[in-house]
C-alpha cells in the first residue's frame, strides 16, 4: 500500500488544517491508521490512530479535543481534521497504514512522505 498525504500548509495559531491521506488499494480498508508527527530534531511523535472501520479512535494527550481522526475507506482515504492550532504542532506529518493501530511507529508497516504543518504565533 502506497500513501500520500496532503494538505499542511501554514497557518496562524487559532487555524485550522484538514491532512489527507489517500492509498492506493483497497485494501487499506482493512488496516489501522494513524498520524505521527516530527518537529526538527525530534522523534516521531504519535498523534492519533483509528481502528480498520473508524469505530474506534486514538489522540496523544497534546492533541486530544482539538484534533479529530476519521476515514472514508470507500476512497481509501483518511484524515485528520486539526483545529485550534498552536505553535508547538508545527511539525512534519505522517501517515500510516497497519495490522495495528497503536501508539508506536512499529506498529505500522506503511508509511506516507508526510506534509508540513506550520503554525504561526
Known amino acids: 500500500v502506497q500513501l500520500q498525504a496532503s494538505g499542511g500548509g501554514s497557518v496562524q495559531a487559532g487555524g485550522s488544517l484538514r491532512l489527507s491521506c489517500a492509498a492506493s488499494?483497497?485494501?487499506?480498508?482493512?488496516?489501522?491508521m494513524g498520524w505521527f508527527r516530527q518537529a526538527p530534531g525530534q522523534g516521531r511523535e504519535f498523534v492519533a490512530a483509528?481502528?480498520?472501520?473508524?469505530?474506534?479512535?486514538y489522540y496523544s494527550d497534546s492533541v486530544k479535543g482539538r484534533f479529530t481522526i476519521s476515514r472514508e475507506n470507500a476512497k481509501n482515504t483518511g484524515y485528520l481534521q486539526m483545529n485550534s492550532l498552536e505553535p508547538e504542532d508545527t511539525a512534519v506529518y505522517y501517515c500510516?497504514?497497519?495490522w495495528g493501530n497503536g501508539n508506536r511507529p512499529g506498529d505500522y508497516d506503511y508509511w506516507g512522505q508526510g506534509t508540513q504543518v506550520t503554525v504561526s504565533s
Open positions: 483509528i481502528n480498520w472501520s473508524g469505530g474506534n479512535t
Open positions: 488499494r483497497r485494501t487499506f480498508s482493512n488496516y489501522g
Open positions: 500510516a497504514a497497519g
